[in-house]
């Protein structure tokens, strides 16, 4: 079990190529025994953005505060706090920070496991590769 303040998890820097002023706090983890799914919380400074990319497994996301536009191959979906919304696998896809005050927005993603090995597959949700 996990009880912690999101503000104790700690702000890491997003270093992923194409990514400006985005921050990320892991507050749910694989290294904190999670089997199957990551929460993470994203934090967009006014004007940054997380990197165009796509990737196999899907994002699920609720907007805390700020707002901002999700930006796919054949729209542009603005979103304030209250709103979710759900990236499908393999659809392009990054965020940005249309506000003038921090976007914030929870992240949850599958941990995606073999059925033989239960190896994890989607490094990006275990809490060790730093990217979205």
Not at 7 to 19: C, I, T, Y
Not at 34 to 58: I, K
Not at 87 to 109: I, M, R
């Amino acid at each position: 079990m996990k009880h912690v303040h999101y503000s104790d998890v700690p702000l890491e820097q997003v270093n992923m190529e194409g990514a400006r002023k985005t921050m990320i706090r892991w507050l749910i983890a694989e290294k904190d025994g999670a089997p199957n799914f990551a929460m993470r919380m994203f934090e967009l400074e006014p004007g940054g953005f997380t990197p165009y990319h796509a990737h196999s497994w899907e994002h699920e996301n609720f907007i805390v505060e700020g707002k901002g536009v999700l930006i796919t191959e054949d729209r542009e979906i603005p979103f304030q706090p209250g709103d979710v919304l759900y990236v499908e696998p393999q659809l392009k896809h990054h965020y940005k920070n249309t506000g003038d005050t921090v976007l914030k927005f929870l992240c949850l993603v599958p941990l995606e496991k073999t059925q033989t090995t239960q190896q994890t597959l989607n490094p990006f949700a275990a809490g060790k590769a730093n990217n979205c």
